[in-house]
């Protein structure tokens, strides 16, 4: 007892305990997408632990990089677990921040005075996105090796700045040696950095202004009484969490991360090559661009640039959207529709629109369930 | 007073999720302590190595040699005329490789003063035990000079 006064006089646990006690979530029937966010928290917070560990073998150069993994994942103890949890947990980062996002941008809860809280959690997605691409490169396999090489061009075909990017992110005109240990730098070091800066001030600005309750359910969450965020909604986050370790324990046992082929900068790409899920619907609009140039300008410079200025779009929605129009939830509706046909496209396949389903299924159960 | 059932009920839950905590730690915990322990990878023994020739520059120069027996350094010291002799070069103070002191006729540590004679023996300073010796053959090759070779003593 005396100890745990000792440390209060000093840390001032009381105030912060104070101040948890008075946190609420108010409850409607749409409570269930403020747990989207902590989800997305654990997966990085997975994300620095298995990444950290990684780096004990981990070897940045052309030479030693895929050797170092082949070492980690068939003579390390556990290295396969860390490993493949490293790659499970990424996906399901960038899958559950897009969810996030998604959710947020429906429910209009970008709405003043929230708008810095959405600036910053879109930055934190392409941030995601960022890992993704640098941590891509990393085991210098074919498919990383290629996916680099298309990724650091299509910033080359960026008018006026783009040469000048291009040999920025390769750290000269090839990809090379010099472009592993520059991925390497920003997957460990400076995404990192950015990374955690954001996320405070993410998180702060989340407590400061509170949850937000969308306006189509504004009486029903004045009706109900909001849950104690401690320990009640604490505890469903850590619920849902230990459930999602379970989940990542089981996709890294069971369907463990491939690492293919190393890297040979003379063969062929080999068929049906694509990149990860969260970038084919870019990848299939490349692929249905023909070549040709007008006013200078390369056709496939086109749809870069428009994407490129729909992720700015995103970013500014909370100013854009002033007077609440129906417009944006149709525009949302577009966007989703496209990315998600453009990725059944590329693929070939109706998988992805069933995991949408799936996903909004589970977050009926989950809703019913934390009620 | 009769207990009631209810803190009975409680007590196993909360005994319940508190093992089911602990077990859950330590299925996290095990796997890293594991992962953080660098594997053994066996190394091929060596038996023996050829030292180079009894002319080598570096006898003459600075009167010793360091070879690599296996993973491990080995220094060849020049004592006399035809008279060679190999110790292990790791220090056994702290690790450091030690080198020979031509002038002073003894095996030299910088990093804290360690000095060993040509015997391999401890003779001043904080090593606690002397160097390993290292059997030296020196095979005839041609006129004067002969080939080194390092065994296992």
């Known amino acids: ?371 | 007073m009769e207990a009631s059932p209810v803190p009975e009920r409680r007590r196993f839950i909360n005994w319940f999720l508190g093992t089911s905590l602990g077990a859950l730690v330590m299925s996290v915990l095990y796997p890293i302590a594991r992962y953080v322990s660098p594997p053994h990878i066996p190394e091929a023994g060596t038996a023996q190595v050829d030292a180079g020739a009894t002319d080598d520059a570096d006898f003459r120069e600075k009167g010793f040699k360091i070879v690599r027996f296996g993973a491990d350094p080995v220094i060849v010291v020049r004592a006399a005329e035809n008279d060679y002799r190999a110790f292990s070069a790791t220090c056994t103070h702290l690790d450091c490789i030690v080198g020979y002191q031509k002038e002073r006729n003894r095996l030299w540590c910088n990093c804290h003063g360690g000095a060993y004679d040509l015997t391999g023996r401890n003779i001043a300073g904080p090593p606690p035990r002397p160097l390993a010796v290292l059997k030296v053959n020196l095979v005839p090759k041609s006129e004067g000079t002969s080939t080194i070779v390092v065994s296992k003593a």
Request: hydrophobic content about 55%.
């Open chain 1, 1 to 371: 007892m005396t100890a745990i006064q000792w440390l209060d006089d000093r840390l001032g646990l009381r105030a912060l305990r104070e101040l948890v006690s008075h946190k609420t979530v108010p409850m409607h029937r749409y409570s269930v997408f403020y747990y989207l966010g902590g989800m997305t928290l654990f997966f990085f917070l997975v994300q620095v632990c298995t990444g950290v560990l990684l780096m004990l073998y981990y070897r940045p150069s052309a030479e030693e990089a895929f050797e170092s993994i082949e070492f980690l994942v068939t003579t390390v103890p556990f290295g396969w677990l860390v490993r493949s949890i490293h790659a499970w947990s990424a996906n399901l980062m960038v899958f559950f921040a897009i969810l996030h996002l998604v959710s947020v941008y429906f429910l209009k809860s970008y709405r003043a005075p929230r708008e810095l809280t959405w600036v910053s959690g879109v930055l934190l997605l392409f941030l995601i996105l960022a890992f993704g691409f640098s941590g891509y490169l990393l085991p210098w396999n074919q498919l990383s090796f290629f996916a680099t090489k298309v990724g650091t061009d299509i910033a080359g075909v960026v008018p006026v700045a783009g040469e000048w990017m291009l040999r920025f992110l390769r750290g000269g005109d090839r990809v090379t040696s010099a472009t592993l240990s520059r991925f390497y730098g920003w997957h460990v070091a400076i995404l990192p950095a950015i990374t955690t800066v954001l996320l405070f001030v993410h998180l702060l600005l989340v407590q400061t202004k509170g949850m937000s309750v969308p306006e189509t359910v504004e009486d029903e969450a004045r009706r109900r009484p909001p849950m104690k965020f401690f320990p009640h909604f604490a505890l469903r986050d850590l619920s849902g969490w230990i459930f999602a370790l379970g989940v990542l324990a089981a996709l890294a046992a069971m369907l463990p991360w491939e690492l293919g082929e190393k890297a040979d900068p003379f063969a062929p790409a080999y068929a049906n090559i694509r990149p990860e899920w969260y970038y084919v619907f870019m990848f299939q609009t490349l692929k249905l661009v023909p070549g040709g140039e007008v006013l200078g300008v390369e056709y496939e410079a086109i749809p870069i640039l428009l994407f490129s200025l729909g992720g700015g779009l995103l970013m500014l929605v909370p100013f854009l959207d002033r007077k609440r129009s129906r417009g944006w939830g149709i525009a949302g509706v577009a966007g989703l529709a496209f990315v998600v046909a453009m990725t059944c496209w590329g693929y070939a396949s109706l998988v992805p629109l069933y995991i949408v389903f799936l996903t909004a299924l589970l977050l009926a159960v989950f809703a019913w369930i934390t009620k």
